[in-house]
């Protein structure tokens, strides 16, 4: 059964930071790349940043030099470091697959966690 769990969002004033955390199961974890998604109601989903099994990583233009992505496969776990947020980074973040997995027919997408910026 494919479980992920987002968690480590909140409520931050423009300029911090937070880590967002993500544990998986039921998927091959440590031999697929893994990804952070956001996504706000006026807006699709986007990728945010993605990681290889071998720890390749890659971030979207609009968060290059502020958000990191990391992974242990150990412990099936994929972080996000964020630092220096902006409001236009408030969404609910989800991580997944890259590509991301689908159970039967369907996507399959957690529960998400909030991250909102404002001061």
């Known amino acids: 059964q494919v479980q992920l769990v987002e968690s480590g969002g909140g409520l931050v004033q423009p300029g911090g930071s937070l880590t967002l955390s993500c544990s998986a199961s039921?998927?091959?974890?440590?031999?697929?790349?893994m990804a952070w998604y956001r996504q706000t109601p006026s807006k699709e989903r986007e990728l945010v940043a993605s990681?290889?099994?071998?720890?390749?990583?890659n971030v979207a233009e609009s968060v290059k030099g502020r958000f990191t992505i990391s992974r242990d496969n150990a412990k099936n776990a994929v972080n996000l470091q964020m630092i220096n947020l902006k409001p236009e980074d408030t969404a609910v973040y989800y991580c997944?697959?890259?590509?991301?997995?689908?159970?039967?027919?369907?996507?399959?997408w957690g529960q998400g966690t909030q991250v909102t910026v404002s001061s």
């Open positions: 997944n697959a890259d590509p991301p997995v689908n159970v039967g027919s369907r996507r399959y």
């Open positions: 039921g998927i091959a974890f440590r031999l697929i790349s």
């Open positions: 990681i290889t099994n071998g720890g390749r990583a």
